[in-house]
T-cell receptor, first 116, second 110 residues
Framework: GAVVSQHPSRVICKSGTSVKIECRSL??????MFWYRQFPKKSLMLMAT?????????EQGVEKDKFLINHASLTLSTLTVTSAHPEDSSFYIC????????????FGPGTRLTVT | EDQVTQSPEALRLQEGESSSLNCSYT??????LFWYRQDPGKGPEFLFT???AGEEKEKERLKATLTKKESFLHITAPKPEDSATYLC???????????FGTGTRLLVSP
């Protein structure tokens, strides 16, 4: 069964508004979670590494003030897209290793964001 | 910079027609190479992890192999339900993050 869940699965918002996406680990604790973005027919691009109890680490070119990450508990990380614009429309996916330091990462089902 | 290149970009097979997908990589010390399957509108589903050259892993009609420069995903006698995008990713020593290729879109016709 699923080990990582995301909510919502789809969201449509107006330009200039903010949207929060949740990523939850099911039946395990995740000190680290990863946030990816995927454009149509493109690969997954890592945006940031979310660390429980500390600041997220952002990849080069990703605006930390625009994509706010909060990892307040061992089972929940949130990604907030602030002041969303149409170019932020994408498929956002989170992942987590089931065991700390484990190589294998389990992915959530993804969130389709459409900004109008 | 770690890089992953997958080929072909798209592949159309008849049911039962075996083939291979390629994943070429450059990484500063390989910690692991991963294969995932992704269906449209879904998150990637884990298939295999390979750690060292010469390693092979199998699951149903799929077999993954690894050399120092590339990995192959062999599909034997595919069925229509094998249609999906297959993603390859590498993880470098000392890092947890994955670097993905652009994937191979596989379509298996009955």
């Amino acid at each position: 069964g699923a080990v990582v869940s995301q909510h919502p699965s789809r969201v449509i918002c107006k330009s200039g508004t903010s949207v929060k996406i949740e990523c939850r680990s099911l039946d395990f604790q995740a000190t680290t979670m990863f946030w990816y973005r995927q454009f149509p027919k493109k690969s997954l691009m890592l945006m940031a590494t979310s660390n429980e109890g500390s600041k997220a680490t952002y990849e080069q070119g990703v605006e930390k003030d625009k994509f706010l990450i909060n990892h307040a508990s061992l089972t929940l990380s949130t990604l907030t897209v602030t002041s969303a614009h149409p170019e932020d429309s994408s498929f956002y996916i989170c992942s987590a290793p089931k065991l700390a330091g484990e190589n294998e990462q389990y992915f959530g089902p993804g969130t389709r964001l459409t900004v109008t | 910079e770690d890089q992953v290149t997958q080929s072909p970009e798209a592949l159309r097979l008849q049911e039962g027609e075996s083939s291979s997908l390629n994943c070429s990589y450059t990484v500063s010390g390989l910690r692991g190479l991963f294969w995932y399957r992704q269906d449209p509108g879904k998150g990637p589903e884990f298939l295999f992890t390979l750690y060292s050259a010469g390693e092979e892993k199998e699951k149903e009609r799929l077999k993954a192999t690894l050399t120092k420069k590339e990995s192959f995903l062999h599909i034997t006698a595919p069925k229509p339900e094998d249609s999906a995008t297959y993603l390859c990713a590498v993880q470098a020593q000392g890092f947890q993050k994955l670097v993905f290729g652009t994937g191979t879109r596989l379509l298996v016709s009955p």
